[in-house]
């Protein structure tokens, strides 16, 4: 499975950004797909999962800023971040969960004024 990841960047506090991530090649079912992220100096914490189904789960307090959803027919999974705030900070990675779980290229996502 090969995940592309994109629109990371820099917005500043109170800004929106949707982040996508395709994936490709697996040729198998994938159970879920979703993002995780890791700021300088943290360990990697989950930001949001969805299954094909639908189910969602979203890290800590994150839900009601953050929405994930899925392009089933597309393989994609999307990540739409309203109000975002400094601490937000981080380069996030998808990952989909096949036979294993696979991972994108990190993007950067900034929040500074």
């Known amino acids: 499975v090969q995940l592309q990841a994109s629109g990371g960047g820099l917005v500043q506090p109170g800004g929106s950004l949707r982040l996508s991530c395709a994936a490709s090649?697996?040729?198998?079912?994938?159970?879920?797909m979703g993002w995780y992220r890791q700021a300088p100096g943290k360990q990697r914490e989950l930001v949001a999962i969805?299954?094909?189904?639908?189910?969602?789960n979203y890290g800590h307090s994150l839900e009601g800023r953050f929405t994930i959803s899925e392009d089933n027919g597309q393989d994609t999974v999307y990540l739409q971040m309203n109000s975002l705030k400094p601490e937000d900070t981080a380069v996030y990675y998808c990952?989909?969960?096949?036979?294993?779980?696979?991972w994108g290229e990190g993007t950067q996502v900034t929040v500074s004024s």
């Open positions: 990952f989909a969960d096949s036979f294993g779980r696979y």
């Open positions: 090649g697996s040729g198998t079912k994938i159970n879920a």
């Open positions: 969805i299954t094909p189904g639908g189910n969602t």
